[in-house]
Nanobody, 120 residues
């Protein structure tokens, strides 16, 4: 399973960016997808996740500013980021919880990071 993320970049504070991540490969079902981020010198933390049924979870610091959504038919997850702040600067990683066959348990998969930089 491969996760291909895109959409990062440099933006001024108050601006917007939209991240996309498409999963491909041997996929039976995707249980959950989402985004984590890692700032320099810090651990990787959850930003937002969405289940196949549409249940969403957000870290408190992004509630009201970020919106996660998914296109299940395309195995793609999106993160619309509005009113960005300098503290949102980090490498953003796509994540998916995937069953590759009907018999298998779920496994975690990670995409390559995409840099988001917010200037003040």
């Amino acid at each position: 399973v491969q996760l291909q993320a895109s959409g990062g970049g440099l933006v001024q504070a108050g601006g917007s960016l939209k991240l996309s991540c498409a999963a491909s490969g041997s996929i039976y079902s995707i249980v959950n997808m989402g985004w984590y981020r890692q700032a320099p010198g810090k651990q990787r933390d959850l930003v937002a996740t969405i289940t196949s049924g549409g249940f969403t979870v957000y870290v408190d610091s992004v509630k009201g500013r970020f919106t996660i959504s998914a296109d299940n038919a395309k195995n793609t997850v999106y993160l619309q980021m509005n009113n960005l702040k300098p503290e949102d600067t980090a490498i953003y990683y796509c994540w998916a919880l995937v069953k590759t066959t009907i018999w298998d348990r779920t496994d975690d998969y990670w995409g390559q990071g995409t840099q988001v930089t917010v200037s003040s």
